[in-house]
Protein backbone atom coordinates (compact mmCIF):
# COMPACT_ATOMS: atom_id res chain seq x y z
CA UNK A 1 0.00 0.00 0.00
CA UNK A 2 1.34 3.19 -0.92
CA UNK A 3 1.60 6.05 1.70
CA UNK A 4 1.60 9.68 1.59
CA UNK A 5 2.65 11.31 4.86
CA UNK A 6 2.32 15.10 5.45
CA UNK A 7 5.55 15.32 7.90
CA UNK A 8 6.30 18.82 9.66
CA UNK A 9 9.40 19.07 8.71
CA UNK A 10 10.95 16.74 5.56
CA UNK A 11 13.63 14.21 6.16
CA UNK A 12 15.58 16.40 3.25
CA UNK A 13 14.99 19.33 5.51
CA UNK A 14 16.43 17.86 8.44
CA UNK A 15 19.29 16.76 6.23
CA UNK A 16 20.22 19.65 5.31
CA UNK A 17 20.17 20.92 9.25
CA UNK A 18 22.60 18.35 9.78
CA UNK A 19 25.45 19.32 7.95
CA UNK A 20 25.27 22.95 8.60
CA UNK A 21 29.08 23.42 10.61
CA UNK A 22 28.09 27.25 11.78
CA UNK A 23 27.78 27.62 15.50
CA UNK A 24 26.70 24.65 17.51
CA UNK A 25 24.01 24.87 20.28
CA UNK A 26 24.99 26.16 23.25
CA UNK A 27 24.04 23.25 26.40
CA UNK A 28 24.09 24.85 29.82
CA UNK A 29 24.88 23.14 32.75
CA UNK A 30 21.21 23.39 34.13
CA UNK A 31 20.02 21.30 31.25
CA UNK A 32 22.23 18.82 31.45
CA UNK A 33 21.62 18.12 35.02
CA UNK A 34 17.64 18.63 34.61
CA UNK A 35 18.64 16.06 31.22
CA UNK A 36 20.30 13.57 34.07
CA UNK A 37 17.67 14.16 37.12
CA UNK A 38 15.08 13.12 34.75
CA UNK A 39 16.85 9.90 33.71
CA UNK A 40 17.40 8.67 37.65
CA UNK A 41 13.77 9.44 38.35
CA UNK A 42 12.74 7.37 35.14
CA UNK A 43 15.28 4.38 35.60
CA UNK A 44 15.66 3.87 39.63
CA UNK A 45 13.22 6.29 41.42
CA UNK A 46 13.04 4.43 44.45
CA UNK A 47 17.08 4.13 44.92
CA UNK A 48 17.14 7.61 44.00
CA UNK A 49 15.06 9.20 46.86
CA UNK A 50 16.51 6.85 49.07
CA UNK A 51 19.78 8.19 48.67
CA UNK A 52 19.12 12.09 48.93
CA UNK A 53 16.66 11.36 51.72
CA UNK A 54 19.76 9.76 53.68
CA UNK A 55 21.89 12.48 52.28
CA UNK A 56 19.90 14.95 54.04
CA UNK A 57 20.00 13.37 57.55
CA UNK A 58 23.91 12.87 56.85
CA UNK A 59 23.88 16.64 56.11
CA UNK A 60 21.80 17.84 59.23
CA UNK A 61 24.16 15.37 61.56
CA UNK A 62 27.64 17.02 60.09
CA UNK A 63 26.04 20.38 61.59
CA UNK A 64 24.76 19.01 64.46
CA UNK A 65 27.94 17.44 65.56
CA UNK A 66 28.98 21.31 65.77
CA UNK A 67 26.33 22.44 67.95
CA UNK A 68 27.00 19.30 70.38
CA UNK A 69 30.49 20.30 70.72
CA UNK A 70 29.69 23.49 71.72
CA UNK A 71 27.34 22.27 74.44
CA UNK A 72 30.13 19.87 75.28
CA UNK A 73 32.94 22.44 76.18
CA UNK A 74 30.40 25.13 77.57
CA UNK A 75 29.58 21.93 79.84
CA UNK A 76 32.92 21.04 81.11
CA UNK A 77 34.01 25.04 81.69
CA UNK A 78 31.16 24.95 83.84
CA UNK A 79 32.17 22.19 85.98
CA UNK A 80 35.72 23.48 86.08
CA UNK A 81 34.72 26.65 87.32
CA UNK A 82 31.05 26.30 88.88
CA UNK A 83 31.66 22.97 90.15
CA UNK A 84 28.94 22.14 88.43
CA UNK A 85 27.69 18.22 88.49
CA UNK A 86 29.99 16.05 86.43
CA UNK A 87 27.36 13.51 84.67
CA UNK A 88 26.30 16.09 82.80
CA UNK A 89 29.15 16.09 80.76
CA UNK A 90 29.37 12.59 79.96
CA UNK A 91 25.20 12.84 78.92
CA UNK A 92 26.97 15.43 76.01
CA UNK A 93 29.79 13.30 75.33
CA UNK A 94 27.24 9.88 74.67
CA UNK A 95 24.92 12.13 72.52
CA UNK A 96 28.41 13.24 70.48
CA UNK A 97 29.38 9.60 70.21
CA UNK A 98 25.62 8.47 69.08
CA UNK A 99 25.69 11.57 66.68
CA UNK A 100 29.17 9.66 64.98
CA UNK A 101 27.66 6.65 65.32
CA UNK A 102 24.69 7.82 63.10
CA UNK A 103 26.54 9.69 60.54
CA UNK A 104 28.71 6.55 60.44
CA UNK A 105 25.68 4.05 59.63
CA UNK A 106 24.85 6.63 56.87
CA UNK A 107 27.47 7.32 55.03
CA UNK A 108 28.06 3.29 55.16
CA UNK A 109 24.25 3.45 53.58
CA UNK A 110 25.36 6.32 51.22
CA UNK A 111 28.41 4.91 49.43
CA UNK A 112 27.01 1.50 49.02
CA UNK A 113 23.80 2.79 47.11
CA UNK A 114 25.68 5.35 45.34
CA UNK A 115 27.98 2.90 43.58
CA UNK A 116 24.61 0.70 43.38
CA UNK A 117 22.73 3.93 41.58
CA UNK A 118 26.27 4.28 39.47
CA UNK A 119 27.06 0.96 37.79
CA UNK A 120 23.07 0.94 37.05
CA UNK A 121 23.06 4.52 35.82
CA UNK A 122 25.95 3.85 33.36
CA UNK A 123 24.76 0.56 31.79
CA UNK A 124 21.36 2.38 31.41
CA UNK A 125 23.05 5.52 29.90
CA UNK A 126 25.37 3.16 27.54
CA UNK A 127 21.71 1.61 26.59
CA UNK A 128 20.17 5.19 25.70
CA UNK A 129 23.45 6.25 23.69
CA UNK A 130 22.89 2.85 21.44
CA UNK A 131 20.00 3.11 21.06
CA UNK A 132 19.80 7.11 19.85
CA UNK A 133 22.54 6.50 17.15
CA UNK A 134 20.91 3.13 15.86
CA UNK A 135 17.51 5.98 15.20
CA UNK A 136 19.96 8.70 13.44
CA UNK A 137 19.50 9.00 9.41
CA UNK A 138 22.09 7.12 8.14
CA UNK A 139 23.26 9.65 5.83
CA UNK A 140 24.33 11.42 8.78
CA UNK A 141 27.53 8.87 9.22
CA UNK A 142 28.73 10.81 6.18
CA UNK A 143 30.19 13.34 8.30
CA UNK A 144 33.10 13.51 9.90
CA UNK A 145 31.34 15.86 12.75
CA UNK A 146 28.92 13.35 13.43
CA UNK A 147 31.71 11.18 14.81
CA UNK A 148 33.37 13.53 16.84
CA UNK A 149 30.17 13.72 18.68
CA UNK A 150 29.68 9.96 19.24
CA UNK A 151 33.13 9.98 20.75
CA UNK A 152 33.10 12.42 23.62
CA UNK A 153 29.43 11.26 23.73
CA UNK A 154 30.34 7.65 24.96
CA UNK A 155 32.05 9.89 27.52
CA UNK A 156 29.65 11.80 28.49
CA UNK A 157 27.13 8.96 29.07
CA UNK A 158 28.90 8.35 32.54
CA UNK A 159 29.89 11.48 33.03
CA UNK A 160 26.16 12.54 33.36
CA UNK A 161 26.10 9.82 36.18
CA UNK A 162 28.34 11.45 37.79
CA UNK A 163 27.26 15.15 37.81
CA UNK A 164 23.76 13.96 38.92
CA UNK A 165 25.74 12.43 41.63
CA UNK A 166 27.47 15.58 42.54
CA UNK A 167 24.98 17.86 42.34
CA UNK A 168 22.39 16.08 44.20
CA UNK A 169 25.61 15.81 47.20
CA UNK A 170 25.87 19.16 46.86
CA UNK A 171 21.64 19.74 47.09
CA UNK A 172 20.98 17.30 50.03
CA UNK A 173 24.55 16.97 51.63
CA UNK A 174 26.53 20.10 51.73
CA UNK A 175 23.57 22.55 51.27
CA UNK A 176 21.57 21.15 54.68
CA UNK A 177 24.96 21.10 56.46
CA UNK A 178 26.32 24.28 55.69
CA UNK A 179 22.68 26.14 56.33
CA UNK A 180 22.94 24.61 59.65
CA UNK A 181 25.99 26.21 59.96
CA UNK A 182 24.54 29.64 58.49
CA UNK A 183 22.04 29.85 61.42
CA UNK A 184 24.17 28.83 64.10
CA UNK A 185 27.38 30.93 63.07
CA UNK A 186 24.31 33.91 62.97
CA UNK A 187 23.26 33.55 65.76
CA UNK A 188 26.70 33.45 67.48
CA UNK A 189 27.98 36.45 65.29
CA UNK A 190 26.43 37.39 61.98
CA UNK A 191 29.46 39.10 60.47
CA UNK A 192 30.76 35.15 60.60
CA UNK A 193 28.30 34.45 57.84
CA UNK A 194 28.69 37.05 55.48
CA UNK A 195 32.68 36.57 55.77
CA UNK A 196 32.73 32.90 54.91
CA UNK A 197 30.70 34.09 52.07
CA UNK A 198 32.42 37.12 50.58
CA UNK A 199 35.33 34.05 50.34
CA UNK A 200 33.44 31.61 48.35
CA UNK A 201 31.83 33.69 46.07
CA UNK A 202 34.76 34.49 43.79
CA UNK A 203 36.17 30.87 44.05
CA UNK A 204 32.78 29.46 42.74
CA UNK A 205 32.96 32.27 39.60
CA UNK A 206 36.38 30.79 39.34
CA UNK A 207 34.82 27.09 38.16
CA UNK A 208 32.11 28.27 36.37
CA UNK A 209 35.51 30.17 33.82
CA UNK A 210 37.11 26.52 33.79
CA UNK A 211 33.38 25.13 32.51
CA UNK A 212 34.14 27.11 29.43
CA UNK A 213 37.90 26.29 29.18
CA UNK A 214 37.17 22.24 29.59
CA UNK A 215 33.98 22.81 26.90
CA UNK A 216 36.15 24.74 24.30
CA UNK A 217 38.96 21.75 25.06
CA UNK A 218 37.16 19.53 24.35
CA UNK A 219 35.38 20.52 21.14
CA UNK A 220 38.88 21.25 19.79
CA UNK A 221 40.87 18.02 21.09
CA UNK A 222 37.51 15.40 19.74
CA UNK A 223 38.80 15.14 16.19
CA UNK A 224 42.54 15.35 17.01
CA UNK A 225 41.69 12.73 19.72
CA UNK A 226 40.14 10.30 16.86
CA UNK A 227 42.54 11.04 15.00
CA UNK A 228 45.18 10.16 16.95
CA UNK A 229 42.95 6.44 17.92
CA UNK A 230 43.26 5.72 14.63
CA UNK A 231 46.68 6.00 13.64
CA UNK A 232 47.46 3.91 16.89
CA UNK A 233 45.38 0.91 15.49
CA UNK A 234 46.70 1.52 11.90
CA UNK A 235 50.08 0.44 13.74
CA UNK A 236 49.02 -2.45 16.34
CA UNK A 237 45.36 -3.22 15.03
CA UNK A 238 45.92 -6.97 14.19
CA UNK A 239 43.69 -6.33 10.89
CA UNK A 240 46.03 -3.63 9.44
CA UNK A 241 49.51 -4.75 10.66
CA UNK A 242 50.70 -7.20 8.26
CA UNK A 243 49.85 -4.49 5.62
CA UNK A 244 51.24 -2.05 7.39
CA UNK A 245 54.79 -3.69 7.75
CA UNK A 246 54.53 -5.23 4.39
CA UNK A 247 54.13 -1.89 2.98
CA UNK A 248 56.67 -0.43 5.37
CA UNK A 249 54.10 2.11 6.52
CA UNK A 250 55.13 1.65 10.34
CA UNK A 251 57.08 4.84 10.02
CA UNK A 252 54.29 7.01 8.22
CA UNK A 253 51.92 5.61 10.77
CA UNK A 254 53.99 6.21 13.80
CA UNK A 255 55.30 9.64 12.67
CA UNK A 256 51.54 10.85 12.17
CA UNK A 257 50.97 9.04 15.87
CA UNK A 258 53.12 10.87 17.50
CA UNK A 259 52.22 14.35 15.49
CA UNK A 260 48.16 14.24 16.75
CA UNK A 261 49.71 13.08 20.37
CA UNK A 262 51.96 16.27 20.33
CA UNK A 263 49.06 18.59 19.23
CA UNK A 264 47.16 16.91 22.03
CA UNK A 265 49.84 17.39 24.41
CA UNK A 266 49.95 21.02 23.44
CA UNK A 267 46.32 21.62 23.89
CA UNK A 268 46.56 20.21 27.37
CA UNK A 269 49.46 22.00 28.62
CA UNK A 270 47.45 25.22 27.13
CA UNK A 271 44.36 24.06 29.25
CA UNK A 272 46.85 23.02 32.51
CA UNK A 273 47.85 26.57 32.16
CA UNK A 274 44.77 28.30 32.42
CA UNK A 275 42.69 25.87 34.69
CA UNK A 276 45.91 25.72 37.20
CA UNK A 277 46.39 29.83 37.02
CA UNK A 278 42.44 30.17 38.68
CA UNK A 279 43.35 27.01 41.24
CA UNK A 280 45.88 29.25 42.48
CA UNK A 281 43.77 31.98 42.87
CA UNK A 282 41.44 30.03 44.15
CA UNK A 283 43.89 28.46 46.97
CA UNK A 284 45.19 31.96 48.06
CA UNK A 285 41.15 33.16 48.19
CA UNK A 286 40.40 30.05 50.93
CA UNK A 287 43.62 30.72 52.73
CA UNK A 288 42.79 34.30 53.12
CA UNK A 289 39.04 33.57 53.79
CA UNK A 290 40.40 30.93 56.92
CA UNK A 291 43.02 33.14 58.54
CA UNK A 292 40.47 36.32 58.33
CA UNK A 293 37.50 33.94 60.13
CA UNK A 294 39.97 32.94 62.40
CA UNK A 295 41.12 36.50 63.33
CA UNK A 296 37.18 37.26 63.40
CA UNK A 297 37.12 34.54 65.94
CA UNK A 298 40.02 35.53 68.62
CA UNK A 299 38.27 38.99 68.81
CA UNK A 300 35.03 37.34 69.82
CA UNK A 301 35.98 35.51 72.69
CA UNK A 302 38.56 38.36 73.90
CA UNK A 303 35.72 40.77 73.48
CA UNK A 304 33.05 37.93 75.29
CA UNK A 305 30.76 37.72 72.46
CA UNK A 306 31.65 33.83 72.57
CA UNK A 307 31.78 31.27 74.56
CA UNK A 308 34.58 29.27 75.16
CA UNK A 309 32.49 26.12 73.96
CA UNK A 310 31.46 27.79 70.89
CA UNK A 311 34.83 29.16 70.45
CA UNK A 312 36.29 25.53 70.29
CA UNK A 313 33.38 23.94 67.90
CA UNK A 314 33.60 26.65 65.84
CA UNK A 315 37.46 26.46 65.29
CA UNK A 316 36.68 22.72 64.82
CA UNK A 317 34.51 23.44 62.48
CA UNK A 318 36.14 26.00 60.45
CA UNK A 319 38.54 23.45 59.22
CA UNK A 320 36.13 20.84 58.49
CA UNK A 321 34.08 23.39 56.18
CA UNK A 322 36.93 24.57 54.12
CA UNK A 323 37.66 20.99 53.58
CA UNK A 324 34.39 20.68 52.93
CA UNK A 325 34.27 23.56 50.63
CA UNK A 326 37.85 22.62 49.41
CA UNK A 327 36.14 19.17 48.01
CA UNK A 328 33.22 20.76 46.29
CA UNK A 329 35.52 22.82 44.77
CA UNK A 330 37.85 20.72 43.34
CA UNK A 331 35.76 17.07 43.59
CA UNK A 332 32.52 18.17 42.36
CA UNK A 333 32.21 21.77 40.65
CA UNK A 334 36.00 20.78 39.36
CA UNK A 335 34.84 17.56 37.77
CA UNK A 336 31.77 19.15 36.37
CA UNK A 337 33.99 21.67 34.64
CA UNK A 338 36.26 19.24 33.56
CA UNK A 339 33.77 16.83 32.16
CA UNK A 340 31.18 19.49 31.24
CA UNK A 341 32.66 19.06 27.22
CA UNK A 342 31.49 15.01 27.14
CA UNK A 343 28.07 15.86 29.19
CA UNK A 344 27.10 18.54 26.09
CA UNK A 345 27.97 16.66 23.47
CA UNK A 346 25.68 13.42 24.95
CA UNK A 347 22.38 16.25 25.19
CA UNK A 348 23.44 17.01 21.30
CA UNK A 349 23.28 13.72 20.38
CA UNK A 350 20.06 13.01 21.92
CA UNK A 351 18.72 15.93 20.64
CA UNK A 352 19.74 15.10 17.46
CA UNK A 353 17.14 15.02 14.87
CA UNK A 354 16.23 10.82 13.96
CA UNK A 355 14.76 9.33 11.22
CA UNK A 356 10.96 9.74 11.35
CA UNK A 357 7.92 8.63 9.55
CA UNK A 358 5.30 6.17 9.69
CA UNK A 359 4.40 2.68 9.60
CA UNK A 360 3.26 0.61 6.11
CA UNK A 361 2.73 -2.75 4.90
CA UNK A 362 5.00 -2.98 1.99
CA UNK A 363 3.42 -3.96 -0.83
CA UNK A 364 6.11 -6.06 -3.00
CA UNK A 365 3.92 -5.99 -6.55
CA UNK A 366 4.84 -2.36 -6.78
CA UNK A 367 8.76 -3.23 -6.82
CA UNK A 368 11.33 -0.26 -6.76
CA UNK A 369 10.33 2.83 -8.34
CA UNK A 370 12.79 6.58 -8.76
CA UNK A 371 11.14 9.49 -10.30
CA UNK A 372 14.14 12.12 -10.69
CA UNK A 373 16.35 11.58 -8.17
CA UNK A 374 19.48 13.28 -7.60
CA UNK A 375 21.54 12.79 -4.43
CA UNK A 376 24.52 15.02 -2.94
CA UNK A 377 26.57 13.60 -0.06
CA UNK A 378 27.19 16.13 2.61
CA UNK A 379 29.93 18.67 2.27
CA UNK A 380 30.15 18.13 -1.15
CA UNK A 381 29.28 20.23 -4.66
CA UNK A 382 29.24 17.64 -6.97
CA UNK A 383 25.89 15.28 -7.50
CA UNK A 384 26.74 11.45 -6.96
CA UNK A 385 23.64 10.14 -8.86
CA UNK A 386 22.13 13.03 -11.46
CA UNK A 387 18.21 12.87 -11.92
CA UNK A 388 17.70 9.43 -12.43
CA UNK A 389 14.29 7.70 -13.25
CA UNK A 390 14.01 4.14 -13.34
CA UNK A 391 11.58 1.33 -12.43
CA UNK A 392 12.15 -2.12 -11.33
CA UNK A 393 9.70 -5.07 -11.35
CA UNK A 394 8.92 -7.01 -8.59
CA UNK A 395 10.88 -10.20 -9.34
CA UNK A 396 12.63 -8.25 -11.98
CA UNK A 397 16.46 -9.58 -11.82
CA UNK A 398 18.90 -6.26 -12.12
CA UNK A 399 22.75 -5.57 -12.54
CA UNK A 400 24.06 -2.31 -12.27
CA UNK A 401 27.62 -1.87 -13.93
CA UNK A 402 29.69 1.22 -14.57
CA UNK A 403 33.27 2.38 -13.51
CA UNK A 404 34.51 2.94 -10.55
CA UNK A 405 32.89 6.42 -8.93
CA UNK A 406 29.85 6.21 -11.30
CA UNK A 407 27.55 6.28 -8.16
CA UNK A 408 26.15 2.26 -8.54
CA UNK A 409 26.45 1.48 -4.69
CA UNK A 410 24.86 5.36 -3.82
CA UNK A 411 22.25 4.32 -6.29
CA UNK A 412 21.61 0.94 -4.10
CA UNK A 413 21.55 2.80 -0.49
CA UNK A 414 18.98 5.06 -2.62
CA UNK A 415 16.99 2.35 -3.86
CA UNK A 416 16.49 0.48 -0.73
CA UNK A 417 15.57 3.76 1.43
CA UNK A 418 18.90 4.06 3.56
CA UNK A 419 19.37 7.28 2.44
CA UNK A 420 16.96 10.19 1.22
CA UNK A 421 17.44 11.48 -2.18
CA UNK A 422 18.14 15.46 -2.22
CA UNK A 423 15.66 16.02 -5.21
CA UNK A 424 13.15 13.68 -6.40
CA UNK A 425 11.25 10.70 -4.59
CA UNK A 426 11.56 6.86 -4.56
CA UNK A 427 8.85 4.75 -3.68
CA UNK A 428 10.13 0.77 -2.17
CA UNK A 429 7.25 -1.69 -2.46
CA UNK A 430 4.82 1.14 -3.00
CA UNK A 431 6.14 3.46 0.25
CA UNK A 432 7.64 6.68 -0.22
CA UNK A 433 11.15 6.27 1.48
CA UNK A 434 11.28 9.94 2.68
CA UNK A 435 8.09 9.28 5.12
CA UNK A 436 8.39 6.18 6.06
CA UNK A 437 10.68 4.47 9.16
CA UNK A 438 13.19 1.96 8.76
CA UNK A 439 11.30 -0.34 10.45
CA UNK A 440 8.76 -0.50 7.97
CA UNK A 441 11.68 0.33 4.71
CA UNK A 442 13.68 -2.58 5.58
CA UNK A 443 10.59 -5.01 6.29
CA UNK A 444 11.86 -7.77 3.85
CA UNK A 445 14.78 -6.33 2.73
CA UNK A 446 17.96 -8.61 3.09
CA UNK A 447 21.62 -7.83 1.05
CA UNK A 448 25.21 -8.90 1.05
CA UNK A 449 27.19 -4.87 0.97
CA UNK A 450 30.81 -4.54 -0.18
CA UNK A 451 31.73 -3.60 3.13
CA UNK A 452 30.88 -7.16 5.00
CA UNK A 453 31.33 -7.63 8.69
CA UNK A 454 33.07 -10.14 10.24
CA UNK A 455 31.92 -10.84 13.20
CA UNK A 456 34.27 -12.52 15.93
CA UNK A 457 31.06 -15.15 16.78
CA UNK A 458 30.40 -18.90 15.79
CA UNK A 459 29.65 -19.22 12.10
CA UNK A 460 26.02 -20.07 13.32
CA UNK A 461 25.99 -16.69 15.14
CA UNK A 462 27.00 -15.31 12.19
CA UNK A 463 24.52 -16.58 9.56
CA UNK A 464 21.88 -15.67 11.87
CA UNK A 465 22.51 -12.35 13.05
CA UNK A 466 20.02 -10.87 11.41
CA UNK A 467 17.11 -12.95 13.31
CA UNK A 468 18.19 -14.82 16.16
CA UNK A 469 13.96 -15.39 17.35
CA UNK A 470 14.22 -17.76 13.67
CA UNK A 471 15.68 -21.09 15.12
CA UNK A 472 15.71 -22.06 11.63
CA UNK A 473 18.97 -24.35 10.60
CA UNK A 474 21.52 -22.55 8.65
CA UNK A 475 22.71 -25.22 6.47
CA UNK A 476 20.30 -24.66 3.55
CA UNK A 477 21.94 -20.78 3.31
CA UNK A 478 25.08 -22.11 4.06
CA UNK A 479 25.28 -24.41 1.14
CA UNK A 480 23.50 -21.99 -1.02
CA UNK A 481 26.71 -19.83 -0.55
CA UNK A 482 29.09 -22.39 -0.84
CA UNK A 483 29.95 -23.48 2.92
CA UNK A 484 30.87 -27.12 3.26
CA UNK A 485 30.07 -27.05 7.22
CA UNK A 486 31.32 -30.50 7.36
CA UNK A 487 34.41 -29.71 5.94
CA UNK A 488 36.09 -30.13 9.73
CA UNK A 489 39.63 -28.77 8.39
CA UNK A 490 37.81 -25.69 7.68
CA UNK A 491 34.96 -25.70 10.74
CA UNK A 492 36.39 -28.22 13.42
CA UNK A 493 33.48 -27.20 15.16
CA UNK A 494 30.31 -27.47 12.56
CA UNK A 495 28.20 -24.52 12.94
CA UNK A 496 29.27 -24.36 16.46
CA UNK A 497 33.09 -23.23 15.23
CA UNK A 498 34.48 -19.68 16.37
CA UNK A 499 35.32 -17.25 13.83
CA UNK A 500 38.27 -15.20 15.58
CA UNK A 501 41.42 -16.61 16.39
CA UNK A 502 41.11 -13.74 19.61
CA UNK A 503 38.74 -15.93 21.15
CA UNK A 504 40.39 -19.67 20.36
CA UNK A 505 38.64 -20.37 17.12
CA UNK A 506 39.68 -20.15 13.67
CA UNK A 507 40.52 -17.39 10.67
CA UNK A 508 39.12 -17.69 7.79
CA UNK A 509 40.43 -16.42 3.84
CA UNK A 510 38.49 -13.70 2.51
CA UNK A 511 37.01 -15.33 -0.08
CA UNK A 512 35.35 -17.46 3.18
CA UNK A 513 34.13 -14.72 4.77
CA UNK A 514 32.48 -13.46 1.92
CA UNK A 515 30.88 -17.19 1.91
CA UNK A 516 29.41 -16.41 5.07
CA UNK A 517 28.41 -12.75 4.76
CA UNK A 518 26.50 -13.89 1.47
CA UNK A 519 24.73 -16.62 3.92
CA UNK A 520 23.88 -14.37 6.39
CA UNK A 521 21.91 -11.95 3.85
CA UNK A 522 19.73 -15.46 1.98
CA UNK A 523 19.13 -16.78 5.73
CA UNK A 524 17.14 -13.59 6.50
CA UNK A 525 13.58 -13.83 4.84
CA UNK A 526 13.43 -11.31 2.06
CA UNK A 527 11.58 -10.17 -0.84
CA UNK A 528 14.00 -8.02 -1.72
CA UNK A 529 17.65 -8.73 -1.68
CA UNK A 530 20.82 -6.53 -2.95
CA UNK A 531 24.59 -8.40 -3.40
CA UNK A 532 26.82 -5.06 -3.66
CA UNK A 533 29.84 -6.84 -5.38
CA UNK A 534 29.58 -9.45 -2.40
CA UNK A 535 32.13 -11.70 -4.70
CA UNK A 536 35.12 -9.62 -4.97
CA UNK A 537 37.54 -12.14 -3.25
CA UNK A 538 36.40 -15.08 -5.11
CA UNK A 539 37.64 -16.10 -8.44
CA UNK A 540 35.38 -16.11 -11.67
CA UNK A 541 34.30 -19.50 -11.98
CA UNK A 542 32.90 -19.69 -8.05
CA UNK A 543 31.70 -16.39 -8.68
CA UNK A 544 29.59 -17.65 -11.50
CA UNK A 545 28.36 -20.63 -9.71
CA UNK A 546 27.23 -18.58 -7.01
CA UNK A 547 25.34 -15.61 -9.07
CA UNK A 548 24.05 -18.42 -10.89
CA UNK A 549 22.77 -20.24 -7.59
CA UNK A 550 21.22 -16.82 -6.39
CA UNK A 551 19.35 -16.78 -9.19
CA UNK A 552 17.91 -19.71 -8.59
CA UNK A 553 17.37 -19.50 -4.86
CA UNK A 554 15.58 -15.18 -5.60
CA UNK A 555 13.36 -16.92 -8.76
CA UNK A 556 10.32 -15.42 -6.88
CA UNK A 557 12.49 -12.24 -5.61
CA UNK A 558 13.45 -9.11 -6.66
CA UNK A 559 17.31 -9.00 -6.79
CA UNK A 560 19.54 -6.36 -7.61
CA UNK A 561 23.40 -6.77 -8.37
CA UNK A 562 26.25 -4.77 -8.40
CA UNK A 563 29.18 -6.11 -10.32
CA UNK A 564 32.43 -5.18 -11.80
CA UNK A 565 32.78 -8.09 -13.92
CA UNK A 566 30.24 -7.78 -16.59
CA UNK A 567 30.28 -11.92 -17.09
CA UNK A 568 27.94 -11.96 -14.39
CA UNK A 569 25.35 -9.78 -15.74
CA UNK A 570 24.03 -12.30 -18.96
CA UNK A 571 22.06 -13.70 -15.64
CA UNK A 572 20.31 -10.52 -14.87
CA UNK A 573 16.91 -9.67 -16.73
CA UNK A 574 18.27 -6.00 -17.26
CA UNK A 575 21.96 -3.93 -17.17
CA UNK A 576 21.82 -0.59 -15.75
CA UNK A 577 25.05 0.99 -17.28
CA UNK A 578 26.21 3.74 -15.01
CA UNK A 579 28.48 7.10 -15.61
CA UNK A 580 28.88 9.96 -13.51
CA UNK A 581 25.46 9.60 -11.55
CA UNK A 582 23.31 8.98 -14.33
CA UNK A 583 21.92 5.64 -16.30
CA UNK A 584 23.59 6.05 -20.21
CA UNK A 585 22.48 2.81 -20.93
CA UNK A 586 19.96 0.21 -20.37
CA UNK A 587 18.61 -3.15 -21.29
CA UNK A 588 19.93 -6.77 -21.08
CA UNK A 589 23.54 -8.35 -22.22
CA UNK A 590 22.34 -8.94 -25.38
CA UNK A 591 20.60 -5.61 -26.13
CA UNK A 592 23.79 -3.88 -24.82
CA UNK A 593 26.58 -5.39 -26.71
CA UNK A 594 24.69 -4.51 -29.69
CA UNK A 595 24.70 -0.69 -28.62
CA UNK A 596 28.43 -0.71 -29.28
CA UNK A 597 28.52 1.87 -26.25
CA UNK A 598 29.76 2.16 -22.95
CA UNK A 599 29.15 -1.53 -21.64
CA UNK A 600 30.37 -2.67 -24.82
CA UNK A 601 33.68 -1.24 -24.34
CA UNK A 602 33.96 -2.31 -20.55
CA UNK A 603 32.93 -5.80 -21.45
CA UNK A 604 35.69 -6.48 -24.46
CA UNK A 605 38.46 -4.51 -21.89
CA UNK A 606 37.44 -7.32 -19.66
CA UNK A 607 37.26 -10.10 -22.14
CA UNK A 608 40.73 -9.50 -22.83
CA UNK A 609 42.11 -10.53 -20.15
CA UNK A 610 40.89 -13.88 -20.19
CA UNK A 611 41.85 -14.50 -23.39
CA UNK A 612 45.28 -13.11 -24.17
CA UNK A 613 46.05 -10.39 -21.63
CA UNK A 614 46.23 -7.82 -24.57
CA UNK A 615 45.88 -5.02 -22.14
CA UNK A 616 49.49 -5.17 -21.57
CA UNK A 617 50.65 -5.64 -25.28
Not at 168 to 182: A, Q, R, S, T
Not at 361 to 385: A, C, D, L, M, R
Not at 479 to 501: F, V
Request: aromatic share 12%.
Amino acid sequence: MEVSVVANESNKEQNRKKFKDDTRKKISVMQVIIYGLKMHIKILPFLFILINIIGIFSGFLQGFTTYITQILFDSIADILITDAPIYTAYYFVAALGLTYIFKEIFSGIHDFLSKTISSKMNGSMTMVLHDKISKIHPICFENTRLYDDIEKASKGSHVITNMVASTMHLICFYLPYFIFMGFYLHHLRPEFVFAIILVFVPVFISQFIRTGIEAKFEDKVAPIRREHSYYSNAIIDRSVFKETRILGAYKFFLSRFIETMNKLNIAEWNKAIQTNALQIIMNLMSAAGYVAVLFMLVSALLVGEISVGAFAAVFSSIGTMFAMMNRILKHHIGSIASNMGYAQNFIRLIEFPERGGENANPNFGKGIVTKNISFTYPNSEQKSIDCVSVKIKYREKIAIVGKNGAGKTTLVRLLIGLYTPSEGKVFLNGMDTENINSKSIYSGLSGVLQAYQRYQMTLADNVRISDFSDESPIYNAAKKAGIDIADTTTYPNGEQTMLSREFDGVDLSGGQWQRVAIARGLYRVHDVIILDEPTAAIDPLEEARIYKQFIEISRDKTAIIVTHRLGSTKIADRVLVMDKGRIVEEGSHYDLMKLQGLYTEMYALQASWYENNTIFD
